[in-house]
């Protein structure tokens, strides 16, 4: 399959050397092109750029998520359980700082999932979620 397109995402940091640590480090993210005061990583599959700007940087504050303790800024990737339960596995042995735990969200419904989210470090909340199929995550009900 020829990939024609990709989605792109900006956003800010405190600190490079942290987001090196745990996009590269702990998530194994491919880091592209150096430039000052950016980095460049392949995100599964898809481009995000973490520029240095910790004035920038929302962190927790703000609204939360419904019933929740992701905020409502965050972003994340989704993906198979099988990936999924590698990721948890890897941050776990990272040590990240976790703000949901790994735990089975939508029980008993075609978009039945695992969600986890945690904080990157440098003030972003990051989520992953993990289905049967990928594609299930646009599914109703």
Request: glycine share 12%; aromatic share 10%; hydrophobic share 40%.
């Amino acid at each position: 399959m020829t990939i024609s397109t990709l989605f792109h995402f900006s956003f800010a940091v405190s600190d490079l050397d942290r987001a090196r640590a745990f996009y590269g480090g702990m998530l194994g993210c491919t880091e592209g092109r150096k430039l000052p005061g950016r980095a460049d990583f392949n995100f599964f599959g898809h481009h995000i750029v973490a520029h240095l700007a910790p004035e920038e940087v929302v962190g927790d504050q703000g609204r939360k998520l419904s019933g929740d303790k992701t905020p409502l800024r965050h972003f994340g990737v989704v993906t198979t359980l099988d990936d999924f339960e590698k990721i948890a596995a890897s941050l776990a042995r990272g040590r990240a700082d976790f703000i949901n735990q790994p735990a089975v969200r939508q029980k008993g419904t075609v978009r039945e999932q695992m969600l986890m989210t945690v904080r990157d470090g440098c003030g972003n909340a990051i989520e992953f979620k993990g289905l049967r199929s990928v594609t299930d995550v646009y599914a109703g009900g």
